[in-house]
């Protein structure tokens, strides 16, 4: 039987993802990630406790942060979305996201990362600004479906979701197109290069 290799290790081989702490050799796979079925070691995934199941990074940021769409879902993130995903952030309320909601669904996280989610909790625009840039506001608004405002519960969560990306360095090809860095890499070529 051949060895099972973890798909991040060999996709992002220089991105040094450490997300918690299993002790384990980067590239030697624990657990199938249960969203996206990818092979992952303990560097580069989560063990969940809500749902239960094995998490990879790149799924971890769609979770906290999924794109609001069509099919409904619950309106409290205790029941979870689609295929046990959380519901869309559109739907979560006006309750901001907390360091506390965090690390009950992702408890083997490390002190690192939940400091990195503290601090973007904490400061959800200057997050949103340095991910996306200064124009952030135009770009989240349209990314997540939201109208008016970006109110402070979708803010939180939209940077908690940017944290991770940030700690891990996942880059844009491996994101879901609306938590990518630029326009263009989401598909919506300017002509300008502006964002």
Same mark, same amino acid.
Not at 2 to 24: K, M, P, Q, R, V
Not at 114 to 123: L, N, P, S
Not at 174 to 183: G, K, N, T, Y
């Given at each position: 039987?051949?060895?099972? *290799?973890?798909?991040?290790?060999? !996709?992002?081989? &220089?991105?040094? $993802? &450490?997300?918690?702490? #299993? &002790?384990?050799?980067?590239?030697? /796979?624990?657990?199938?990630?249960?969203?996206?079925? =990818?092979? @992952?070691?303990?560097?580069? !995934?989560?063990? +969940? /406790?809500?749902?239960?199941?094995?998490?990879?990074?790149?799924? =971890?940021?769609? +979770?906290? @942060?999924?794109?609001?769409?069509?099919?409904?879902?619950?309106?409290?993130?205790?029941?979870?979305?689609?295929?046990?995903?959380? @519901?869309?952030?559109?739907?979560?309320?006006? %309750?901001?996201?907390? *360091? *506390? *909601?965090?690390? %009950?669904?992702?408890?083997?996280?490390?002190?690192?990362?939940?400091? %990195?989610?503290?601090? $973007?909790? !904490?400061?959800?625009?200057?997050?949103?600004?340095?991910?996306?840039?200064?124009?952030?506001?135009?770009?989240?608004?349209?990314? #997540?479906?939201?109208?008016?405002?970006?109110?402070?519960?979708?803010? &939180?969560?939209?940077? $908690?979701?940017? $944290? =991770?990306?940030?700690?891990?360095?996942?880059?844009?090809?491996?994101?879901?197109?609306?938590? %990518?860095?630029?326009?263009?890499?989401?598909?919506?070529?300017?002509?300008?290069?502006?964002?």
């Amino acid at each position: 039987m051949a060895d099972l *290799e973890c798909y991040l290790c060999i !996709a992002s081989a &220089t991105s040094g $993802a &450490t997300l918690n702490s #299993f &002790t384990c050799t980067a590239g030697t /796979s624990l657990g199938v990630c249960f969203l996206c079925g =990818v092979f @992952a070691c303990g560097h580069h !995934a989560l063990r +969940n /406790s809500s749902p239960k199941g094995w998490e990879c990074v790149i799924c =971890v940021p769609s +979770n906290i @942060a999924p794109k609001p769409g069509r099919g409904g879902g619950p309106s409290s993130p205790a029941g979870g979305g689609p295929k046990g995903a959380p @519901a869309p952030v559109a739907t979560y309320g006006s %309750q901001p996201y907390t *360091e *506390e *909601e965090f690390v %009950q669904s992702y408890p083997t996280s490390s002190d690192l990362l939940r400091e %990195q989610v503290r601090r $973007a909790i !904490a400061d959800p625009k200057a997050v949103m600004a340095e991910y996306f840039g200064e124009n952030y506001e135009d770009l989240v608004k349209n990314s #997540f479906e939201i109208t008016g405002g970006i109110d402070r519960a979708s803010a &939180t969560r939209i940077a $908690a979701a940017l $944290a =991770v990306i940030l700690y891990s360095e996942i880059p844009d090809s491996m994101l879901d197109p609306h938590l %990518q860095r630029r326009a263009e890499a989401a598909g919506a070529v300017t002509t300008s290069g502006a964002y």
